[in-house]
Structure formats: structure tokens, C-alpha cells
């Protein structure tokens, strides 16, 4: 009797062992909207792979799709490279991009889709990430954040309880003057949603910090060049010859991150989700 309580002791630890050392994701699901900084092939993948967001999702054991491959329980990124904060149509570039589609149409897309029963998700356990602002040069300061809450409040209709917006970059010179215009706006609106709705767990990102701190320490990662594109875009008919060591580039196209310097962000994405959650 006594060796077989030894026994179930044994089993006892172990088992609080091992979930000690695999703590639970913060979330299980994830929606993403935003602009080329984070389009992983929704509208046109303004790079050479994968963007911080999906390298964050993947940190967590999330399988991040495009919309076309959504499925009930799917994670899904409705980013479009050129989207505004607002309702932009966007075009059909003449090489089949897809450019400008506003996330205001992106949530509606989103919309669709769960009406349709294409998408499901428990409030709990599901993350709304919104990335935008960068392309919003020509709107008022007040009208991207003006923008975002009203998404927001959209989802919120529909069920999500669940949000985090990012805060821009300020070191990258092509949207540096964009970030620091725009940031103290976007991180106002947590404050306002919390006011409008006692239920609501919502919190700024640090993603645009994330690429900061690449482009100002790039040697800490491997990255030697944090001023010439790696290649040029087929979509405005430049030489897409790539360089010799794309991994070593910051800028991938002209103002936009390599693939490595969004993984590198995307690591601490995910950080950052695990430290969110924990508190």
C-alpha cells in the first residue's frame, strides 16, 4: 500500500511538472487586420515571406491563414498591403494584386465569413489584432484611431471581447513621421473602449517598437544593410533580382522589412502575447 502511494506521489509530480513546463498559449484563435506590414497573401505579400504576425502565431502554435483558406475554427489574417484605417476599395493591380482594401471592408469580411459559418470562435480564448495606420498620410490624426474604434465596437457587436492594437514604428524613415503622428492617438483607445464597455480586455502592442529595435540594433540579429532594398517589385515594374543574402537585409522592397526582420518582431510579438496574458 505504502509503495503505491509512493507511486501516485511520483505520478503527481510529474504530471504538475510537465504542465509547468508547457504553460497554456494566451489564446488559441487569432484575427488580424492591418496593411503590408502584415499581409501574408490576402491581398500582396510586399516582401519575401512571412510577416511578424505570422511568425508570432506560429511562436504560439497558431496556424495563421488567409482569408480564401478559412475554415470554422481557423485563425485568419485579412491584412491587404495599401489598406487604410477606413473603407478603401482598393484595386486589382494588372499583375492580380490585390491593393488598398480598407479594414473597415475587412471587417466586413470578416463578418461575412461568420455569417456564413466560416468562422467561429470562443470570446475567451480568441485575439483581435489590429495594425494600422501607416497608410493613413492623407486622414486627419483623429480619424485612424476614430477608425479603429469603431471596428472594434463592430467585433464587439459580434462577439469579440478579446483586442490589441499595435503602436506603429517610429525608426523606419519611410513611416517614421507617420508613427509618431499617429501613435499617441492609437494609444488612447483602449482607454476609450474600456469606458464604453466594462467586459472588454484590451491593450496596445509594441509592435512597431519590435521593428524599431531591428532596424536599431540589426547586428543583435544577423542584419548588416538597414538601407537598400534586398529587390525590386515586379508591381512597379523594378528589377526583382534578389540580393545575395536577402537575411542580412532589414528592407526586403523599398520601406518594407525582409522576412527576417518581421520574424525577429514576430518572436517578440509573442513575447509580449505570453507577458499580456500572465498579468
Known amino acids: 500500500m505504502h509503495a503505491l502511494r509512493k507511486l501516485a506521489l511520483l505520478l503527481c509530480l ?13 489564446y488559441d484563435q487569432l484575427f488580424v487586420f492591418g496593411d503590408s506590414y502584415s499581409d501574408t497573401g490576402a491581398g500582396y505579400i510586399d516582401g519575401n515571406g512571412p510577416t511578424a504576425v505570422w511568425y508570432m502565431a506560429k511562436d504560439l502554435g497558431i496556424d495563421l491563414v488567409i482569408p480564401l483558406k478559412s475554415w470554422a475554427r481557423a485563425s485568419v489574417n485579412f491584412a491587404v498591403s495599401g489598406a487604410r484605417t477606413d473603407g478603401g476599395l482598393g484595386r486589382i493591380d494588372k499583375h492580380g494584386e490585390i491593393l488598398g482594401y480598407g479594414m473597415q471592408l475587412q471587417i466586413g469580411q470578416f463578418r461575412e465569413l461568420m455569417q456564413a459559418g466560416l468562422v467561429t470562435f470562443d470570446p475567451k480564448r480568441t485575439m483581435f489584432f489590429f495594425a494600422g495606420g501607416l497608410n493613413d498620410r492623407t486622414l486627419p490624426i483623429e480619424t485612424s484611431a476614430q477608425d479603429i474604434e469603431d471596428e472594434i465596437e463592430t467585433l464587439y457587436g459580434l462577439g469579440a471581447r478579446r483586442f490589441m492594437v499595435a503602436i506603429l514604428p517610429e525608426k523606419i524613415p519611410q513611416f ?17 473602449m474600456k469606458r464604453r464597455h466594462a467586459d472588454i480586455e484590451i491593450a496596445t502592442s509594441n509592435w512597431g517598437a519590435f521593428l524599431d529595435e531591428v532596424i536599431t540594433n540589426p547586428a543583435k540579429y544577423g542584419i548588416t544593410n538597414t538601407t537598400d532594398r534586398c529587390a525590386g517589385r515586379v508591381l512597379h515594374n523594378e528589377d526583382p533580382t534578389r540580393c545575395a543574402t536577402p537575411e542580412k537585409y532589414f528592407f526586403y522592397h523599398e520601406g518594407h522589412p525582409s522576412t527576417r526582420a518581421h520574424e525577429v518582431a514576430g518572436g517578440m510579438l509573442a513575447d509580449e502575447a505570453k507577458k499580456v496574458s500572465a498579468h
Open 14 to 26: 510529474g504530471s504538475i511538472a510537465v504542465q509547468a513546463q508547457k504553460p497554456s498559449r494566451p
Open 176 to 192: 517614421a513621421q507617420q508613427g509618431i503622428r499617429v501613435n499617441p492617438a492609437l494609444r488612447g483607445i483602449p482607454e476609450e
